[in-house]
């Protein structure tokens, strides 16, 4: 279904403002033509830079490669790398099991960024998954549109990043503010935190590696536990705790690499897109990549694998500990403060325009208002909306079963749209979608969209599996929930767009007919106008 404005040559036909219940075979058709004049404006041999894909005003395009590149690195990075790696060493059971888990990881996460380029490169616009979805899936009409709108309330939330922020309720609302009134010193802020970010966790790692080498002054502190973790005995001591411990620390290394489409979200507002896109995506995965090595080994080079298994402490806590005294401690609340912070500003700054997008579509309610820039040339709105769902999990969620419920449902909602994704593009490279003219300036090796594809289809698959014995997934609901909750999202969705599109038209006697309009703001965006049957019939 088209979800761009149409290109010269088709903006004075009226096939496109056809309504939607008339001639249903004739409008796909129109749909089809529509795509492969798009994407032929955009054959990488006439070296297009991806601006003209959206109509968007070229002030909006304020994103260049540093911005893209810390808002996903700052999108990927936020808690985890403090404490997640005590859980991923515990799964693992050795040191040297642990390190391959987080290289497996890597190369999945590069995987989907590779595809995540190429979607980028060929629908160079805000939204993400939603393009995606609705250029491969096209019939129903809408009915990919109206699903995902469910699935973006779900995983735009910031409450699990939030929750460990000091003062969860005026951080969130801080993001809100910045980046809703005051867009120009938000990814000011947003890139200073990434940069900061960056050059804390060099430092971290970096002294790990000289007290590795033995430098002086970077040594354990006498009084803690001497690590020997990279002895070749002690490196794989303890391999073996089985595949389903395997596997769970495998999720959550993968888990800990979401975000390399963050940048997908926003790309109406970057300068070349195209161009950006292909260069700013492998320099933050090559970044996040490093980090995630390199801190794990200088974990490993200062703390004992007993210490880090056998305290209830986090294990940068132990590092700093370790190595600089009990005092730097409070440091490392500063830096997680700083992590978190950036964390949260680069996640609502996409996830607002994904809901703007949604208000472009002109598939929800209030559709002017959501696709508005108003008052302050920023999508205050969808920003909002995104802040209002985030506050509702942190206020109203109450601790234990449904708050972990709300998170898990958002991870598991997230693997089930990347499979959808992945699958898509591969049928684009089938005979049956040929006359698409799937032909982006970036293509994404078919084995490895193979592979993304086959590990989000792990990650949609095994929650149905019962844990081994005595692991429990929830105290009181069963473990399969948040998976079973992410399947009922598509058909809340698929009720939505019914209800919207097909028995309200029929039972009041109108038609949908789909306009291109400009609003005052300069935001151009798709309107349904409701046209009565006999009205539309005198006019035939």
Known sequence: ?????????????????????????????????????????????????????????KSKRQLGLFSVTFLIFNRIIGTGIYATPSSILRSAGSVGVALIMWLVGSLIAACGTAVYVELGTGLPRSGGEKNYLEFIYRKPLFMATCTYVFYTLIMGTATANSVVFSESFTCLTFVCFIHGTRLKWGLRLQNALGFSKLVILALIAISGLLSLAGVKGLQVREGYDKPHNFQWDKFWEGSGTGANAFVSGLYNIIWSYIGYANANYALSEVREPVQTIKRAAPLAMISVTSVYIFINIAYFSVVSKADILGSKRIVAALYFRNLFGPTTEKALSAFIAISTLGNLLSGQFAQGRVVQELGREGVIPYSSFFASNKPFDAPLAGLFTQYLVSCTFLFLVPPGDAYLFLISLS?????????????????LYTRWYRSWEWDPPYHAPKPIIILFFLSNLFLVTVPFFPPSPGAKTYDRLPYWAHSAGGLCLSLLGVCYWYVWSVWLPQKKGYRLERRWVLQDDGVSRYAFYKVPVSVSAVVR
């Not at 008339?22 to 529509?34: Q, W």
């Not at 955009?42 to 005003?57: A, F, K, M, T």
């Not at 991870?411 to 049928?427: E, K, Q």
């Open 1 to 57: 279904m088209p979800v761009e404005r149409p290109p010269s040559d088709l903006h004075e036909t009226t096939p496109l403002l056809q309504p939607i219940a008339s001639d249903p075979e004739g409008l796909i058709e129109t749909v089809r033509r529509f795509w492969s004049l798009v994407l032929k404006d955009l054959n990488p041999h006439q070296e297009r830079s991806g601006e003209s894909y959206d109509d968007v005003p």
């Open 411 to 427: 991870s598991y909602a997230l693997s089930l749209v990347n499979t959808l994704v992945s699958f898509g593009l591969l049928l």
